[in-house]
Structure formats: structure tokens, C-alpha cells
């Protein structure tokens, strides 16, 4: 089993609706939670970090955290066509040194 | 703006040559510096773990020997592919990870280079 699962998707969604995309882990030691965006042929782009349960919010984006389920979660309102990318979620555990990646949901955003 | 530099963005090189990559955290000293790998539509792929001064870290079933990492300073690492072969032909990332305001820990990453080996 990964420590970190993601549904990788594809996602479909009309300009406008609300995503939500999640993942569940499995080390309770994980300290901070990533989600990054990735454009095709692009290096991963971090768009949200937080490091405890409940909600952040910058912008559009909406990243939550409930660390008694293990899950995380990414949302998305008014999306774009911009918006569409490969999203991936990331877990750090600053005792271990590294970071956990889920393996990326990819979304589109049809005008 | 970007935090994390790469360079080249990409390169075309004959079989048996070595490839250098440069990594550079902007604006800030990176506690640890990561290079990972990744194939089309396929995840990250961490290939080693850097810290300026020390040895790197490989992942299992990564040569050290072939991909070689000098981290000279705390914000400059640099990979190379020694020998590239059409097989080490992918996209290479490099990321660095800093403090935020003291107390919390994230990473960012750089745009990538992408080698081709013909």
C-alpha cells in the first residue's frame, strides 16, 4: 500500500464548476501537506501548504486537511481552463527528510 | 516568482556523453536539495537526497555512480549524468526545501530539463 494514494483521474469538469481533489495517507507522522499543479512538460508549481488540520485558503484555492481521517483535500471554485494540469498531492515528514508524493489527478477544464 | 532554477531546460546529447544539470534555490539557502525523474504521464520519481557538503542519498535501484551529485553550497546542486544512454533520456527535476518563517518546512521545485540521448 502507498503512503499516500491519490485517484489519478482524468478528471473532467465545465469552466466554472467547483473541483474537489483528495488524498488519503497513511503515516501519521506526516508534518506538512503540499498540492502542487503541474503543467504538462513543466515542473511541478507549489500552490498551497499547510501544516495542520482545517482549512487555507489563497485565491480560488481551498486546501484541507483533516489529519484524524488522513485525508487531504484541494478545491477549486470558478475553475478555469487554466486550470487544467496534473495535480499532486505531497506529504512531508521533516524526521524522515523527504517528501511523499500521491501519484497526480489529472484535471480538465472545458470551456 | 520562480524560487527554484534550472538549467538547461533541455538538451540533446550523443550516446556516451555526460550531461550536466544545474540546480539553484533563488533568494534563499535550501535546507535539502532533491532531484527527481519522470517519465511522460507517469509521477515523480525522487532520485536523490542532498545536502550541501555531504554525500548524497540514493534512492534503491538509482546508480550513484551514473548520476552523479555535488551539492557545493546551500544553494547550488548539480546533477550529472555520466555516460547518458537513450535509456536516461527523461525529464530531471530538481527541488529545494527552506524554512518559512522559521518554524515551517515546504518545498518547491524547478522547471525541469528535459534530456534527450540520441
Known amino acids: 500500500q502507498k503512503e499516500v494514494e491519490q485517484d489519478p483521474g482524468p478528471l473532467s469538469v465545465p469552466e466554472g464548476a467547483i473541483v474537489s481533489l483528495n488524498c488519503t495517507y497513511s503515516?501519521?507522522?506526516?508534518?506538512?501537506f503540499m498540492w502542487y499543479r503541474q503543467y504538462s512538460r513543466k515542473g511541478p508549481e507549489l500552490l498551497m501548504y499547510?501544516?495542520?488540520?482545517g482549512n487555507k485558503e489563497d485565491g480560488r484555492f481551498t486546501a484541507q486537511v483533516d489529519k484524524s481521517s488522513k485525508y487531504i483535500s484541494l478545491f477549486i471554485r470558478d475553475s478555469q481552463p487554466s486550470d487544467s494540469a496534473t495535480y499532486l498531492c505531497?506529504?512531508?515528514?521533516?524526521?524522515?527528510?523527504?517528501?511523499?508524493f500521491g501519484d497526480g489527478t489529472t484535471l480538465t477544464v472545458k470551456p | 516568482g520562480a524560487v527554484v532554477s534550472q538549467h538547461p531546460s533541455w538538451v540533446i546529447c550523443k550516446s556516451g556523453t555526460s550531461v550536466k544539470i544545474e540546480c539553484r534555490s533563488l533568494?534563499?539557502?535550501?535546507?535539502?536539495m532533491f532531484w527527481y525523474r519522470q517519465f511522460p504521464k507517469q509521477s515523480l520519481m525522487l532520485m536523490a537526497t542532498?545536502?550541501?557538503?555531504?554525500?548524497?542519498?540514493?534512492e534503491q535501484g538509482v546508480e550513484k555512480d551514473k548520476f552523479l551529485i555535488n551539492h557545493a553550497s546551500l544553494t547550488l546542486s548539480t546533477l550529472t549524468v555520466t555516460s547518458a544512454h537513450p535509456e536516461d533520456s527523461s525529464f530531471y527535476i530538481c527541488?529545494?526545501?527552506?524554512?518559512?518563517?522559521?518554524?515551517?518546512?515546504?518545498?518547491?521545485f524547478g522547471p525541469g530539463t528535459r534530456l534527450l540521448v540520441l
Open positions: 527541488s529545494a526545501r527552506f524554512m518559512v518563517g522559521g518554524t515551517q518546512e515546504t518545498q518547491y
Open positions: 503515516n501519521s507522522a506526516f508534518q506538512y
Open positions: 499547510t501544516y495542520s488540520s
Open positions: 505531497a506529504t512531508l515528514n521533516t524526521n524522515a527528510g523527504k517528501s511523499t
Open positions: 533568494d534563499f539557502q535550501a535546507t535539502t
Open positions: 542532498s545536502n550541501e557538503g555531504s554525500k548524497a542519498t540514493y
